[in-house]
Structures are given as C-alpha cells and as structure tokens.
C-alpha cells in the first residue's frame, strides 16, 4: 500500500486533497470496491476487475477519473479522445467535486460489472 500512499503525497495539494476525497467517495459505493497500484496509478477494482483510476490529464493539467468501460457511456461530459474503450471525467480541483455526476458514472461502471 506504499506506492499507494507514495501516489497521492507526491500530487500538488489540491489535486491531493480531491483525489483523496474521491477515492473515499468510491470505496464507500460498494464493500467489494478495492483500492491498489498498478501501472503507475491508482486503481479501483470491482471482484478483481479494474474499473476505473485516477490520472492526470497531460494537456488539461487536470486530474481526472478514467472509466475502463466508458466507451459505454453515453455522456457528452466525458471525453473519449484516442482511447477505444475507455473515457475519462475531467475533475477541477479549484471548485466543488460535481458528487452528482461522479455518483451516476462510478453506479454505471459498477452495474456493467455486477450484470455481466
């Protein structure tokens, strides 16, 4: 869990301090949501299956939450770009954290995994 906490320390304060508030934010939408490092990023994982991570947007200089099935969301609030099968929620950390709108793609993501 080091490289966990090696992660978030080494963020700009307020990336630091949204990224930490939606981490807890997702680990409290399910008891078998799970938190771990890989490649580099946090992850969350539903029964072992990566659904979503955090990153930070290189021309944005944005963090933002990347949904590993997002290309089957529909909402014109998440940006696709190069990617075939993931899309990403840019997230502003100088303003409020929009819960409504991260509460409706975190329960899509995790009902395409409890459905399939």
Not at 11 to 23: H, I, Y
Not at 56 to 80: A, N, R, S, W
Request: glycine share 4%; with cysteine.
């Amino acid at each position: 869990m080091s490289g966990l906490i090696e992660f978030y320390l080494k963020q700009e304060d307020s990336v630091k301090e949204t990224m930490l508030a939606l981490r807890d934010f997702i680990l409290k939408q399910d008891t078998n949501i799970t938190h771990e490092l890989k490649y580099g990023m946090p992850f969350f994982c539903y029964k072992g299956k990566m659904f979503c991570y955090f990153w930070t947007h290189k021309q944005y200089k944005q963090p933002y939450i990347g949904f590993v099935e997002g290309k089957l969301f529909d909402e014109p609030f998440m940006l696709q770009e190069k990617r075939s099968r993931m899309k990403i929620f840019l997230i502003d950390p100088n303003v409020d954290l929009p819960i409504e709108r991260i509460e409706l793609l975190v329960q899509k993501a995790l009902y395409f995994y409890t459905k399939t």
